[in-house]
């Protein structure tokens, strides 16, 4: 059974930092796209940021310059290192594996969600 253990998140003031981690097995990490989504109440789950097997990233424009994701291979664990952070960042956010192969296979696996709240 695949696992994705997020930690991280919490209360954050404007302005501030926040890192969430998630982490998984060695044969999903290894090959797997890794990825952030949120999704905020009333609205639809968003992709905020993913990083490939190869460390190739993409980025959700409204995060751009602010957030990064990052891969430890070692440790085979995905981190979102968010800055400057604005209210309408609040989101439960969500890790997420995702593969497609060339013959067309593909997978999804999640994590359970860590609220990331930013507020005064």
């Known amino acids: 059974q695949v696992q994705l253990v997020e930690s991280g998140g919490g209360l954050v003031q404007p302005g501030g930092s926040l890192r969430v981690s998630c982490a998984t097995s060695?044969?999903?990490?290894?090959?797997?796209?890794m990825g952030w989504y949120r999704q905020a109440p009333g609205k639809q789950r968003e992709l905020v940021a993913a990083?490939?097997?190869?460390?190739?990233?993409n980025y959700l424009d409204s995060v751009k310059g602010r957030f990064t994701i990052s891969r430890d291979n070692a440790k085979n664990t995905v981190y979102l290192q968010m800055a400057s952070l604005k209210p309408q960042d609040t989101a439960v956010y969500y890790c997420?594996?995702?593969?497609?192969?060339?013959?067309?296979?593909?997978?999804?696996?999640w994590g359970q969600g860590t609220q990331v709240t930013v507020s005064s």
């Open positions: 997420n594996a995702h593969l497609v192969t060339v013959s067309g296979y593909e997978a999804d696996y």
């Open positions: 060695r044969t999903i990490f290894s090959i797997y796209t």
């Open positions: 990083i490939t097997s190869g460390g190739r990233t």
